[in-house]
């Protein structure tokens, strides 16, 4: 359980964003509906899923019990037939991202500094929410709460609103977009975490510290970006210290508590 202060500062944080976004009530009432059908579905589709490892992002606090068993277990949930491209809440314009390339970058801990750069001709939407979150200072002081680090198996997950996993800044959208057929996914790689549905990825990134293979059959994760520089002191400062606790699927939070202290982006000229 995240501590008091962790909660609070996640909650402000939540409503300072959705504040800027301009959500009405009405849209908060759709989106507690949407939760419950979305629960639901996770609920059954995790029960009758198999498949390998899962790079899942939770974002409702009923979906906890579903998410430590996608984290700590090896199943792989399919994709829910009920789910569309179509998200939910105010999801930001996929015209931000101009069909440019953007460069930028991501500091944790205040001393790990990681060129990064987003493509937003192959992957326009998930370009433009990254964007969008980075202007927004969104993802100043969450926390990077999983780290995978086995044979073939090799991430660091961050940007859950809550800092466990949990929660999302209001929406939630799909499709999947510049997905690798094969499932591979080099060193370097940042991509866009998510549930069960296509259409449910949200705030959550992660990065890929070695190549690493995916179970392409679960539909794949969104390809926005990759890392330009950094990557090693990332893995000799943060990844290579280990993971404490690990799940049965080997991965769980990192042993060095790692935090997102800066942000930054701009379109390439």
């Known amino acids: 359980m995240a501590p008091k202060n962790q909660s609070r500062e996640a909650r402000e944080r939540l409503r300072l964003y959705q504040a800027r976004q301009g959500l009405h009530e009405r849209q908060r009432r759709r989106r507690v509906r949407d939760d419950v059908v ?20 939770a974002t409702q606090d009923d979906d906890r019990a579903t998410a430590s068993a996608s984290a700590t ?3 792989t949930p399919t994709p829910s037939p009920s789910a569309t491209a179509a998200g939910t809440g105010d999801v930001p314009s996929k015209d931000i991202a101009e069909g440019s390339t953007w460069t930028g970058s991501l500091t944790l801990n205040d001393d790990v500094r990681l060129g990064i750069e987003l493509d937003g001709a192959a992957a326009p939407q998930a370009t433009s929410v990254e964007i969008d979150l980075i202007r927004k200072r969104f993802y100043q002081g969450t ?9 073939d198996f090799h991430f660091l997950q961050c940007g859950s609103a809550n800092g466990d996993g949990t929660g999302d800044a209001g929406f939630q959208y799909g499709p999947l977009e510049n997905v690798p057929e094969d499932g591979r996914y080099a060193a370097g790689t940042i991509a ?33 970006g990759k890392v330009t520089s950094g990557l090693s002191d990332l893995v000799s400062q943060v990844t290579s210290k280990g993971i404490a606790d690990p799940g049965a699927d080997g991965s769980g939070k990192p042993e060095v508590p790692t935090e997102i202290t800066g942000a930054t982006i701009a379109r390439e000229k």
């Not at 926390?143 to 044979?151: F, G, I, Q, V, Y």
């Open 38 to 57: 979305w629960a639901g579905a996770l609920v059954l589709v995790a029960a009758l899923a198999t498949g390998s490892q899962l790079v899942y992002a």
């Open 73 to 75: 277990g090896t199943a």
């Open 143 to 151: 926390t990077c709460h999983r780290l995978a680090d086995s044979d």
């Open 192 to 224: 866009i975490a998510r549930g069960s549905s296509p259409a449910s990825q949200t705030t959550q990134f992660f990065i890929v510290t070695d190549d690493t293979t995916l179970d392409p059959s679960s539909g794949g994760y969104t390809v926005v």
